[in-house]
């Protein structure tokens, strides 16, 4: 069987190239795709750990399934904040849209 | 109605009237005449009605009309106010309500009531020219309250509310003589009167706290009726010139008569009075005013005389009020002679006559001194009015004299000479008897009324009233003491000269100013009181005929004698009729008429007085009233502005009081300084400014942080996640 410590591994590298994507990418939707990913690598992690360490408690899979659905909200509200943003602005890169600042 | 409540009543429609003139009626002078001749015709009425009342009461002195209500609680104590009609009240009372009417009625005349306003009168000025007087209701408000009072004075049973009647009069006094406040001299006149008059009252006062804390009462009838209280007031020492306290309070009380009967040493302010109108100087300094300081006495006869009996040598006190009666007399009269204005010939003439009254009460003779009272007064407030009467038809006269010079009419073109005169015309003094003359026949009407008042003044024998008064008083003083006799007699003397010389200048001879050619008769209002009084001029002397007097004695009774005499507890004797004063009173009177009406029968025009070419100097001394105004002047008016201006305004206010404020201020104005410049500036101000300046630079600090930027926040987020995480695991456990 395969050991827990890949799965980590796996998920570990999956939030990293995710993490990487939030920060490095310029394009909004590749930031919210980052993000995607660093929740997915989260997922790995949960069921990994549900499936290892408490086999007889479904709270795992549980949590797992609301980060889907936080996940898809997320990307629901993400996605047509960036699209109001393009149809205001012209833009969808990151850096130039920062109204918020002094 | 019961005799007591119809008292009460008599004092009152004089002041209502004062009060409905004040405040509703002053702009219109036909309401305003008849609410205050209504209200006084009011209170003249009840007064006689009182009077009857008295004369037909039985034992009047013993059991007075009285009644008294609690009014002021003091501590245990309770001040009455109440009203006393004894036989003395009740003759004052009769000679009051009968001068104030007549004088009301005299003044709707005075005024001008009826005529048009003339347009070039302006108020607190006489009308020059004959219009209606610019502030008639004032004038006639100020009559009703001084009526008020001098009824309040003569009613009160005690000392307390008769203080207050007098006050009030004081104050009208100073109203009415100011009445005409646009003339300075009147305005230096009233404040003259008002400051004059105060030193007597202070000294009166002074009086009545010493009464007052000696008896616990200011009743007349519980001190002046009780033995008792009198022999204790006599028996005790007052530690001053070792005079009884009886004796003290006797010359303080004197001293507020001296002051409002214009005695010696304080009599300056009496012929100043004259600048007020006529009616005034014949109701307030002649007829009541004056009369109030003689009242006061003659109702402290009791305490004046407490100690001494008929025939016995004078008391301290008695001494001291007999001196500067007798003495004011003779010095008032000696004036009077040198004086050339028609009112303050008369004036001059009211101060001698108060001064033989004073002198009266000093020796004794209580019943002869309320007797000149009476006499004094009908005489004298004729006098006034006849006076103000000829002051009124030579005004009418300057007037009329002008008008021809000035504007040649159509048709009444004067002659062309004339107007060359009329510059002379405007300094023309209307009350200037060197100015009249030959009056007789152009104010008959005055001149006859005027001749009795004088003749009652002078004492002309048997006629008139003041022959009986005077003789009286002059009997009274033989017996008694020879030399205030010697003095009164003299005054006497002089009296009736300074009278024929005044009815001499004014009536007889010729005209000697074109005013007086054209003065004429005034109207009939005027002259109705003017008869009046000249009836009681000649009539009021026969209540009182001595029953001894050779002839005519005994045909009347002497009702006055009997009458008055019953407001003493001790009946006094009739004074003892003896032939020598009367046959001084007969030489006095006639000689001095008889030699006054010589030389000034038939004075020529721009003549100089004979007196002066004869006398000199002292004729000088005379005309200039011994210099005794100059000396106050000197010794109390001057240092008393020094005093103000130089003293108290330019050392004390400027110097030590605004120097002591000033230093304060500047000593508050430097610590104010000092803590704005060390606490506020420094520590509050440094405080808030050090609070809002590390709030900003803080801000500017941290707002780099704040780029807006979603990855760098991202990146500090995770940076700090980071830390947190491996504080959390590495260094925690």
Known sequence: MIPLSWYLLLAAALFCIGLYGVLGRRNAVAVLMGIELMLNAVNINLVAFWRYLTPTVIAGQAFAIIVFAVAASEAAVGLALIISIYRQRSTVIAEDIDLMKW | ?733
């Open chain 2, 1 to 733: 109605m019961p005799t007591t409540l119809l008292i009460w009543l008599i004092p009152l429609p004089p002041l209502l009237a004062f009060g409905l003139i004040v405040l509703w009626a002053n702009r219109s002078p036909r309401v305003s005449t008849a609410v205050a001749v209504g209200g006084m015709a009011l209170s003249w009425v009840f007064g006689l009605v009182v009077f009857a009342a008295a004369v037909g009461a039985e034992h009047l002195g013993a059991e007075p009309f009285a009644s008294s209500i609690p009014w002021l609680p003091l501590g245990t104590e309770v001040l009455r106010i109440g009203i006393l009609v004894d036989p003395l009240s009740a003759i004052t009372l009769f000679f009051v309500v009968w001068t104030c009417l007549a004088i009301f009625v005299y003044s709707i005349g005075y005024s001008n009531f009826g005529k048009a306003r003339d347009p070039q009168d302006r108020p607190g000025l006489p009308p020059h020219a004959g219009g209606v007087e610019p502030l008639y209701g004032r004038f006639f408000a100020f009559l009703s309250l001084f009526a008020f009072g001098m009824l309040t004075l003569v009613l009160s049973d005690n000392l307390l509310l008769l203080f207050i009647g007098w006050e009030i009069m004081g104050l009208c006094s100073y109203l009415l003589i100011g009445f005409w406040f646009g003339k300075e001299s009147a305005r230096k006149a009233m404040v003259k009167a008002f400051i004059t008059t105060r030193v007597g009252d202070v000294f009166m006062l002074l009086g009545i706290a010493a009464l007052y804390s000696f008896t616990g009462t200011l009743s007349f009838h519980e001190i002046l009726r009780s033995p008792d209280t009198l022999n204790a007031l006599a028996a005790a020492p007052s530690g001053v010139l070792g005079l009884s306290l009886a004796g003290l309070i006797g010359l303080l009380l004197f001293a507020g008569t001296v002051g409002k009967s214009a005695q010696f040493p304080l009599h300056v302010w009496l012929p100043d009075a004259m600048e007020g109108p006529t009616p005034v100087s014949a109701m307030i300094h002649a007829a009541a005013m004056v009369s109030a300081g003689i009242y006061l006495i003659l109702r402290f006869f009791p305490l004046l005389t407490v100690g001494w009996h008929p025939g016995e040598p004078l008391t301290t006190t008695m001494l001291v009020i007999s001196a500067v009666g007798a003495f004011t007399a003779l010095f008032a009269s000696t004036i009077a002679v040198a004086q050339n204005d028609i009112k303050r010939v008369l004036a001059y003439s009211t101060i001698s006559q108060l001064g033989y009254m004073v002198a009266a009460v000093g020796i004794g003779a209580f019943v002869a001194a309320a007797f000149h009272l009476v006499t004094h007064a009908f005489f004298k407030a004729l006098l006034f009015l006849g006076s103000g009467s000829v002051i009124h038809g030579m005004e009418h006269g300057l007037a009329a004299s002008s008008k021809n010079a000035a504007q040649a009419m159509p048709g009444q073109g004067g002659p062309a000479g004339q107007s060359g005169a009329h510059a002379g015309h405007d300094h023309v003094d209307p009350q200037d008897m060197l100015n009249m003359g030959g009056l007789r026949r152009k104010m008959p009407w005055t001149f006859w009324t005027f001749l009795i008042g004088g003749l009652a003044l002078a004492g002309f024998p048997i006629v008139t009233a003041g022959f009986w008064s005077k003789d009286e008083i002059l009997s009274a003083a033989f017996g008694t003491h020879t030399l205030v006799f010697v003095l009164l007699a003299l005054a006497a003397l002089l009296t009736a000269l300074y009278t024929a010389r005044q009815i001499g200048m004014t009536f007889f001879g010729s005209p000697r100013s074109p005013a007086a050619e054209h003065a004429h008769e005034s109207r009939p209002v005027m002259l109705a009181p003017l008869v009046l009084l000249s009836v009681f001029s000649i009539a009021a002397g026969w209540a009182g005929i001595h029953h001894e007097f050779p002839v005519i004695g005994g045909w009347i009774p002497n009702w006055f004698e009997e009458f008055v005499a019953g407001a003493l507890a001790a009946h006094p004797e009739a004074t003892a009729f003896a032939l020598p004063p009367l046959l001084t009173s007969l030489v006095v009177s006639l000689g001095g008429l008889t030699l006054g009406f010589l030389i000034y029968r038939r004075l020529p025009r721009g003549a100089v007085d004979p007196l002066a070419r004869w006398l000199g100097p002292v004729h000088t001394l005379l005309r200039n009233k011994y210099y005794v105004d100059e000396l106050y002047a000197a010794v109390v008016v001057r240092p008393a502005y020094w005093f103000g201006e130089t003293f108290v305004y330019a050392w004390t206010d400027r110097k030590v009081i605004d120097g002591v404020l000033h230093g304060a201020a500047r000593l508050v104005l430097a610590v104010g300084a000092w803590l704005r410049h060390w606490i506020d500036l420094l520590i509050v101000n440094g405080f808030g400014d050090l609070v809002g300046g590390a709030t900003k630079g803080a801000g500017r600090m941290f707002r780099v942080i704040q780029s807006g930027r979603v990855q760098a926040y991202l990146a500090a987020g995770l940076l700090f996640a980071g830390l947190m995480l491996s504080y959390m695991l590495l260094v925690r456990p």
